[in-house]
């Protein structure tokens, strides 16, 4: 099993900063990806970024690659998802997720097997 926190969410202006974490705990030695997807009303889960776990490859959403770095703690306990220049359709809440196998395609919601609850973000134009 793997457990996973967010937090960091909040209420920010348009073309200000946030950065979310993620902390990791559990059978972390299993974790292949970590994956930050977000879901705004009434819309799908959509994905933002990941970051191969061991190797430290990222990779990012067309709508925020360049305003959004994820990263890894040392301890590879924790990730983070550093938000800058954010929009008002960066609104939604944003959850991270660990993948523990090569199944799938990083960047669909089925390939992850664990789950955070959520953190809202919420910007303001």
């Known amino acids: 099993q793997v457990q996973l926190v967010e937090s960091g969410g909040g209420l920010v202006q348009a073309g200000g900063s946030l950065r979310l974490s993620c902390a990791v705990s559990?059978?972390?030695?299993?974790?292949?990806?970590m994956g930050w997807f977000r879901q705004a009303p009434g819309k799908g889960r959509e994905f933002v970024s990941a970051?191969?776990?061991?190797?430290?490859?990222?990779y990012y959403a067309n709508s925020v690659k360049g305003r959004f770095t994820i990263s890894r703690g040392n301890a590879k306990n924790t990730v983070y998802l550093q938000m800058d220049d954010l929009k008002f359709d960066d609104t939604a809440v944003y959850y991270c997720?660990?993948?523990?196998?090569?199944?799938?395609?990083?960047?669909?919601?089925?390939?992850?097997?664990?789950w955070g609850q959520g953190t809202q973000v919420t910007v303001s134009s």
């Open positions: 970051i191969n776990w061991t190797g430290g490859s990222t």
């Open positions: 997720a660990a993948r523990t196998s090569t199944r799938g395609i990083y960047y669909y919601t089925a390939a992850y097997d664990y």
């Open positions: 559990g059978r972390t030695f299993s974790i292949y990806t």
